[in-house]
């Protein structure tokens, strides 16, 4: 709700939701839970919805073709 009722352009608001999604789905993934049921005790704290909203803002304003990121190395 933080997101979607903030000043930003439509575009950085469906950005960072998806993004917002993405992690609840790893962190559900993670503890064998479904999305619904995953406790947003981090991902909702406001540092990081900041991070994930200036992630959608900057690749909006970029607007690259491809986003390339290399796998997260576990264990």
């Known amino acids: 709700q933080i997101i979607i009722q903030s000043s930003l352009t439509d575009n950085v608001k469906k950005l960072a939701c998806r993004i917002l999604d993405n992690l609840a789905l790893a962190e559900a993934h993670c ?15 406001v540092d ?3 991070d994930m909203v200036m992630a959608a803002y900057c690749i909006s304003k970029v607007a690259p073709d491809r986003v390339i990121a290399s796998p997260i190395k576990l264990g």
């Not at 503890?31 to 704290?45: N, P, Q, R, T």
């Open 48 to 50: 990081s919805l900041i």
């Open 31 to 45: 503890h064998g839970l479904s999305k619904d049921d995953v406790a947003f005790h981090e991902l909702g704290m």
